[in-house]
């Protein structure tokens, strides 16, 4: 029996990217992107299909706190907030760093605050010791009176997958003759319920640096979606657009937002869609992907969070351009 509840509506867009497709040596009819960015909760992103499930859950259970961890300029957060707000729940955000952390704060931290979410500062916690941190909270909640549930890190376990493959599904009706699907590979679960919708063969990861290990992560995330054991071998994931740490600007993602938003107007973020795109423009050059094989950019999302990335803001701002009339 199902305790999803419908936070969107459905089936988000399919746009063909022909210009984009020439600027990266495809075919014109060769790359589409899906557009779940155009989801309407709280700005949008592949976080909420997630939380149909997660949240349809709490509520089964009787919750009336979500408590859920990330960075501070998390995505899951801000739409965990949004989701908080909807269905009329309290919602605390643990995020590391302090309260001084929010002083000067852009981006989903904006977001955050006008959802009405209330932030525990973890300090300087380890990503790891994050979740301990979330229990801890919750167990203190608990001791106030309130009935709280965790909803996990990215919204990823088995049960936030199923989220994604329902898309899966709804992007082969969409386009029944795609090769490969692209997407941001951070806390795993948008993946796994890709491969567990269309098989490890058409989807692409592209690891963005959020978790340790990004084979074993979605390996373990897709098996209970699919009752089998994935093999993490059997995995189509890049990783050769980390750079230095997830979070940091990577030059190529940079190069691949300008290709983007020049090209077809279409805006990604510096963490997860730009990296899925850089991936793939990776991948067209060392012929992973290639000219006539149907290709998905799967577009998650994370248009604020673009504004709360000091590093992106100062190089596109120093950037532009001025006319200058003779």
């Not at 989801?39 to 149909?52: D, H, P, S, T, Y």
């Not at 990503?127 to 919204?155: K, N, T, W, Y």
């Not at 989220?163 to 029944?176: D, P, T």
Request: net charge neutral.
């Amino acid at each position: 029996m199902s305790d999803k509840i419908a936070l969107s509506t459905w089936p988000t867009p399919m746009e063909p990217m022909p210009r984009l497709a020439a600027a990266l040596g495809l075919g014109e009819d060769d790359l589409w992107i899906k557009r779940d960015d155009l989801i309407g909760l709280g700005g949008g992103g592949n976080k909420v299909r997630k939380l149909e499930w997660t949240v349809g859950a709490a509520l089964a259970a009787g919750a009336d706190t979500l408590v859920t961890t990330g960075a501070a300029q998390s995505n899951h957060a801000r739409l965990t907030a949004a989701a908080g707000a909807r269905l009329g729940l309290d919602v605390v955000l643990v995020l590391p760093g302090t309260p001084d952390s929010a002083a000067n704060g852009s981006g989903n931290l904006v977001l955050d605050s006008l959802f009405g979410a209330r932030v525990f500062w973890a300090a300087d916690t380890r990503p790891s010791d994050m979740a301990g941190v979330a229990e801890d909270v919750c167990r203190q909640l608990g001791r106030d009176g309130a009935r709280p549930h965790l909803i996990p890190f990215g919204g990823s376990s088995p049960l936030g997958a199923r989220g994604y493959v329902e898309c899966g599904e709804e992007l082969r009706s969409q386009l029944s003759d795609v090769a490969h699907v692209v997407v941001a590979l951070g806390s795993g679960g948008t993946m796994a319920g890709l491969v567990a919708a269309l098989g490890p063969e058409r989807v692409l990861g592209v690891h963005c640096g959020a978790v340790p290990d990004p084979a074993a992560t979605v390996a373990a995330l897709a098996g209970p979606l699919t009752h089998r054991d994935i093999a993490p071998h059997s995995l189509r994931i890049r990783t050769d657009q980390v750079g230095a740490a997830y979070g940091v600007l990577h030059e190529p993602v940079l190069a691949a937002m300008n290709t983007a938003a020049t090209t077809q107007g279409i805006v990604l973020d510096p963490v997860y869609s730009g990296r899925a795109l850089a991936g793939l423009i990776a991948a067209v050059q060392d012929r992973d992907i290639r000219p006539g094989r149907r290709t998905v950019l799967l577009h998650t999302g994370g248009l604020p969070g673009l504004f709360g990335h000091p590093q992106t803001v100062h190089r596109t701002v120093t950037a532009l351009r001025s006319y200058n009339p003779a």
